[in-house]
């Protein structure tokens, strides 16, 4: 039977479980960008893994997801959000256990990349079917909190959930568990959920799907594998140069189409493009730092997966905590001043955890930073999200949905990226000349300078009277490499709070053909891209 979703239908008085079961489907997508986190080191040892391999088992399924999100939100628009989201669990679920099933990097790696299409379906669709549910202004803001809240939750909740599972089973068993959990959610959902679509979406863009995957992928793929190549060589520069010309023809593509993917004048909208700003270079921070401090906890200071799972768990609990207070304190205060503060407090963190040394005390620099930016990234999110869809009118909110999405995903695949690739950079720079100095022949020398794990298999074949100086080399060397990498992520942020005091505004409020509490209409809801046409939504009783 299908309802107009209104005040007084059912869909509108079982709201707050619908938001329910979209958080269940973002936690079990936000968990598996790191929860492979703290296996890494284990799947280093099993599967002879390199750094630039690390990042890719990482980074294949961030990539994929970033770059099909703009075509997942189209297929909803076009298909049914409800029946996207749906697909993309039950998906999900066949990918995770191809991935777990790998036995090689190479397959583990693809595994994740076809993870990151089912992620593509199911994480637009959350937030375009949570802003037709709430459709009154305050409630919404408040469904965003909860929805961002529980974004940056997962982000913590995975390596502690993996450190659980790897003290029992096999590094496998990070992605057996999203089975369960997807068919969790998908009965919830079939029950619960609304059907929507936009029947003016458009024709599908293969050439702009096309464009948009490839100037990213290779962006990234330039940016992990530059030091290998070199910073300045030519296979670098030529990636880069690439890369900028696949995206500015995307961007061409885009302003041509009477329908695109992505309307890429949102952006001349200062408001729009600092709000998105800020949540690519806040995740761009933290997905970085994530990277690298589990495998500090883990191979510089020896704890096991358990353990260092359970040293994040204090950002996860402050990022809970603080979410919804976040948005109590944007209506008081405004946008700019919160979404301001919290990028500051996440630079302030990197900077102290730039300091950390091998033998820092946990419940001293290390928490500190880490509490710093769980802080901010509460600040940051879920109000910088609202000025998004606030900025503009509501007929825009699916293009405003797609954006938020790939904004977050693009920011956290360049933050494993490049603040990964500094690190290798910075490590593999240090321990080479380190080894150097205790006589350790070129050949070796390379082998070390591929990962933390290699510099420590390197030193266990050195002399007995050597190896603790050479091992104690490798973990100095990725201390140095922790620094530089922190010292990016704090420089991004600050960057991204600068830019948020210039041009978000005070108060993000919706233009003014869109009442604060409009009634809560299909009429008024918008997909996850492209501008959105009056629409039906049907509900399942």
Request: charged fraction near 15%; include cysteine.
């Amino acid at each position: 039977m299908t309802t107009e979703i209104s005040r007084t239908s059912g869909t509108d008085r079982r709201r707050w479980w619908i938001l329910a079961v979209l958080c269940l489907s973002v936690l079990l997508v936000v968990v598996d960008n790191t929860i492979v986190n703290v296996a890494l080191p284990t799947i280093s040892r099993r599967l002879s893994a390199s750094t630039q391999d690390l990042q890719w088992v990482v980074d294949a399924y961030t990539l994929v997801f970033a770059g099909l999100l703009l075509v997942g939100g189209n297929l909803g628009d076009r298909l049914g959000r409800r029946r996207m989201l749906q697909a993309g669990l039950a998906l999900f679920a066949l990918t995770s256990v191809g991935a777990a099933l790998s036995r090689s990097t190479g397959e583990l790696i693809a595994g994740r990349a076809a993870m990151g299409v089912a992620a593509a379906l199911i994480y637009p669709a959350t937030l375009a079917i949570l802003s037709s549910t709430f459709t009154v202004a305050r409630e919404r803001a408040t469904a965003i909190g909860i929805w961002s809240g529980v974004s940056g939750l997962a982000v913590a909740i995975g390596p502690v959930s993996g450190g659980l599972l790897l003290r029992h089973f096999a590094w496998s068993s990070v992605f057996y568990v999203n089975v369960p959990i997807v068919i969790i959610a998908l009965a919830a959902g079939w029950r619960l959920l609304p059907e929507s679509r936009d029947p003016r979406a458009g024709r599908f863009d293969p050439l702009g799907a096309a464009l948009s995957m490839a100037g990213i992928g290779l962006l990234v793929w330039t940016i992990i594998e530059a030091p290998r190549h070199g910073w300045g060589s030519a296979a670098t520069l030529a990636g880069f140069a690439g890369a900028l010309i696949l995206l500015a023809l995307f961007a061409v593509s885009q302003v041509r189409r009477p329908d695109p993917m992505l309307d890429v004048r949102l952006f001349r909208n200062p408001r729009f493009t600092a709000a998105s700003g800020a949540i690519a270079l806040a995740f761009f921070g933290l997905f970085g730092f994530i990277f690298l401090i589990t495998q500090y906890f883990q191979i510089v200071r020896g704890y096991d997966p358990l353990k260092a799972g359970l040293a994040t768990l204090p950002f996860a609990l402050i990022t809970g905590v603080f979410s919804p207070v976040a948005i109590i304190l944007m209506k008081r205060a405004g946008t700019k001043i919160v979404v301001t503060a919290g990028l500051l407090l996440m630079s302030g963190g990197f900077v102290v955890a730039a300091g950390t040394q091998v033998d820092s005390a946990y419940w001293g620099r290390v928490i500190v930073s880490m509490a710093l930016m769980a802080t901010g990234l509460a600040l940051t999110a879920s109000p910088a999200t609202e000025a998004i869809m606030g900025a503009l009118p509501r007929n825009k909110a699916g293009a405003g949905s797609a954006v938020n999405d790939t904004t977050r995903e693009v920011g956290g695949t360049l933050g494993v990226a490049i603040v990964g690739s500094v690190m290798s950079s910075a490590y593999g720079s240090h321990v080479t000349h380190a080894l150097a100095g205790l006589g350790a022949p070129a050949a070796v020398r390379s082998v070390a300078r591929q990962s933390i794990v290699a510099g420590l298999d390197v030193a266990g074949h050195f002399p007995p009277a050597l190896r603790e100086a050479a091992a104690a080399a490798a973990r100095q060397s990725f201390i140095h490499g922790l620094s530089a990498g922190s010292l990016v992520a704090a420089g991004a942020t600050a960057v991204a709070a600068l830019a948020t005091l210039a041009f978000l505004p005070a108060r993000v409020t919706r233009p003014a053909d869109e009442p604060e509490a409009a009634p809560a209409t299909a009429a008024s809801a918008a997909g996850p891209a492209g501008p959105a046409a009056p629409e039906r939504a049907s509900a399942r009783r």
